[in-house]
């Protein structure tokens, strides 16, 4: 059998929605799913995070053939106090039940001033970015911690084998006249999906990203795969904070930190909404950060092709920039995700 080439593909952001509402569909989602879970991994292939993009949905297919995604779960409110309320998803999927619920933390934010909200047993939330900018967007700050009980891939500090997730947190910050600042990081070295695109394209990876099974640094991604483990960033500074965020994520909401014992592939996200008008000083507090913010980036760059930029700036330049050229899906990735929707009875030329 002759063996396929490996040739990026160019798509529009919606030409990326296409393929998963279809792939979606076929693996037995609604509609509505679909096209939500389409839009939002689109999206984040967009804004430049492929690894939260269109190579997900060979992931989510997955997840709905073995029923670790359900689809047509009810988001379900099991606890409630005040502006504090914790969710259960029932395994449905994560950028729906995040999107709804990042929208009641808003809702209770602009009522109260502050909310909090949990939400459990959810499957892949996506890029929690999306959320902290939904938040932004109506002029609302946010946090936003995740774990993932059943995945534990990075190691604790001093350690060698996998005990923690990569634990991502998001803050949020709206600033008048200008795009917000959105910090999302995971507390590994390295999401673990930029591991899997760099395996899916046959590149090295930086050294102090991963660890191979004997304990030793690799640049090579599929070590990761083979029984290694994902260091955490900064150090014990990165291994505090994730496990800080288990128990804000997993402690607090019930829905569990990592475990062996675990092995159902979720996540349970924790998240705090500030109103930025409550206290009738946003005025005061647009111009402190504005005045700030042009100040860090008035500094001199190391590098003048270079120049430093405010976290969100990355992904709004990207976004520019692939709107206007489309965006490249290596081949290696392209052909996973082929290979899932010619195993759920679709063909190449009807994913498009």
């Known amino acids: 059998m002759e ?12 030409q990326i929605g296409r393929v998963v509402q279809r792939i979606l569909r076929a693996a037995g989602a609604t509609e509505s799913e679909s096209e939500r879970v389409g839009f939002r991994l689109a999206n984040a292939n967009l804004v430049g995070h492929d690894s939260h993009g269109l190579i ?23 606890a409630q106090l005040g502006a504090v309320a914790i969710y259960d998803a029932n395994l449905g999927f994560g950028q729906l039940a995040a999107e709804l619920t990042t929208k009641e933390g808003i809702r209770k934010a602009q009522e109260s001033g502050v909310s909090a909200i949990g939400l459990r047993n959810v499957s892949h939330v996506g890029r929690v970015g999306d959320w902290a900018e939904l938040a932004a967007e109506q002029e609302v700050i946010s946090f936003h911690f995740v774990n993932s009980p059943a995945k534990p891939g990075v190691s604790p500090f001093g350690g060698v084998e996998r005990r923690m997730a990569t ?51 690799t640049t090579n991604p599929d070590d990761y795969y083979n029984g290694g483990a994902m260091l955490t960033m900064g150090a014990h500074k990165g291994y505090g904070l994730s496990l800080a965020i ?64 405010i976290p969100g700036e990355p992904e709004g330049r990207e976004r520019r ?21 010619e195993g759920l009875g679709l063909s190449a030329a009807e994913l498009t």
């Not at 080439?5 to 529009?12: G, H, P």
């Not at 005025?283 to 001199?300: P, R, T």
């Open 3 to 14: 063996a396929r080439q490996e040739t990026a593909v160019n798509l529009t952001a919606a």
């Open 167 to 217: 634990n991502p947190v998001c803050i949020g910050y709206p600033v008048a006249g200008r795009d917000p600042l959105i910090v999302d990081m995971t507390t590994s070295a390295v999401a673990e999906g930029k591991l899997r695109v760099a395996s899916a394209a046959g590149k090295s990876i930086p050294e102090g990203w991963v660890l191979d099974r004997e304990g030793n640094p």
């Open 246 to 309: 288990d128990l804000l994520a997993g402690a607090f909401t019930g829905g569990r930190t990592v475990s062996p014992l675990e092995t159902v592939n979720r996540n349970n996200m924790f998240s705090i909404f500030v109103d930025s008008k409550a206290c009738g000083m946003q005025d005061d507090a647009n111009a402190i950060a504005s005045s700030y913010l042009a100040w860090i980036k008035d500094c001199s760059a190391r590098d003048p092709n270079a120049p430093v930029l």
């Open 321 to 341: 920039c692939r709107i206007q050229s489309g965006i490249d899906v290596p081949g290696g990735v392209w052909l996973q995700v082929v290979g899932t929707a």
């Open 56 to 78: 997900r949905v060979c992931q989510y297919a997955g997840q709905l053939r073995d029923g670790t995604i359900r689809s047509g779960a009810e988001l379900e409110l099991v």
